[in-house]
């Protein structure tokens, strides 16, 4: 398979990831809402590592997070995304949402919090709390991932030396949780070796040693796969789909999915292996594109989405407006730990619904409240209205007008 890379990694020294950091101090320092802002994280590898943020508003304040476009090219570059947000008075509980959070420095000094100030998880938490993470968080992102770079033949290069160091942590949190007998994935010192050696690799040779990492990247999360697959068999509760509410009925047979739009997760009774159905489709009328991915993997990964079935609140309610099931009964992976999660994030939602921008810590597929969900310039709802119904039409009667790309594949 013959790749280009793309997104390739440029050398950045540390006074651009500094500068960086004094103009979002200065940017937010004057906004009327925002308590602080945390810079965390590491910056191992410059240039190719980002520096992230989290904006500290207080309950119910109306706050634009400024657009990335407000910042110079470079430290747009060393920022990567917008900032996450965090509602002051879920703040004490930050450990709830990111366990494995380091370093946590004030950027304007109105936060009385250190990282110590943080109670940790119980190491029985811990356990309940790791799967569930690093399965959604580290995981679930890289199928389609590989599915993208096979169809479009394009690897975005910065983005994978960046994420690589989760498949390690994933292996981390496998053995914490009792399911292997160390906590090593088998490609770690290839992954670590790559991104240490970047800069001084030979151009001709780069190529190689990242589709070598990628071949070895997936082989390991299959491996994570299949022992979480067979872990979660003997950790899951088993609920009636009708218990407590309705979920619509889906077209895959002996399976439940979560549909979230550029991404759905199929998960099928009997299915053993992974397969990526991934789509690109082109605009007709601008240079726009829309990508969506089917990723089906084994019945029993379901158990850790599942329990947000059972669970109240704005999140769970999102999660049930995506999900549909033909099974009357599903397998459920729960922990009070975990519940507590849900309404932290259900706290987060409605604390923050007059906040446009930015983007919340831990995995909400895209769930938000808008206090005004008809506010925004004509052009914007326009322009939103034609970007969620283009991949609709694609699908239906109208799809051969639209120029595709398509793989499915069995990973």
Known sequence: MS?????????????????????VRERYQ??????????????????ISDTDFIVVIEPGAEVDIPSLKTYTKDQQYVMGSIPFIISAETLPQLRLIDPFLVNFTPLLGRTPYTLKSFHPLSEEELR?????????????????????????QELPCRYFLESIKQSPRAFRELHRAGLID??????ADLYQALTNEWFEIDERDRSRRVMDVLKKNLASTKQYISIL????????????????????????????????????????KGREHIEVDFTRTHSPFNAQTYQRALVFLPFECSA?????????????????????TDL????????????????????????????????????????????????????ARLGGAYDRSIPTLAQGAFGRLFKKDHLRTKL
């Open 3 to 23: 790749v280009t890379l793309v997104g390739l990694p440029r050398q950045i020294p540390m006074s651009v990831y500094e500068e960086t950091i004094e103009a």
């Open 30 to 47: 004057h906004i009327p809402g925002v308590t602080d802002v945390i810079e965390y994280g590491t910056i191992p590898h410059p240039g």
């Open 128 to 152: 309940f709390f790791s799967l569930e993470f690093s399965f959604l968080s580290w995981i679930l992102p890289w199928f389609e991932f590989f599915a993208r770079v096979e169809c479009l």
């Open 182 to 187: 160390a906590p090593i994935d088998p490609n």
């Open 229 to 268: 697959r067979k872990g979660l068999q003997q950790r899951t509760l088993i609920y009636k789909t009708d218990e407590r509410h309705t979920i619509k009925r889906t077209t895959h047979k002996n399976a439940i999915c979560y549909d979230f739009g550029s991404e759905a997760y199929i998960f099928q």
């Open 304 to 324: 850790i989405l599942n329990r947000l079935l059972f669970e109240s609140g704005h999140f769970p309610d999102f999660i049930r407006r995506h999900t549909s």
């Open 328 to 379: 009357a009964e599903i397998p459920v992976f729960t922990h009070p730990t975990l519940e507590k999660k849900t309404q932290l994030i259900n706290q987060t939602l409605e604390d923050l619904k007059n906040v446009r921008g930015g983007k919340f810590l831990g995995q909400t597929y895209g769930c938000r409240i808008h206090a005004q969900p008809t506010g925004g310039s004509l052009r």
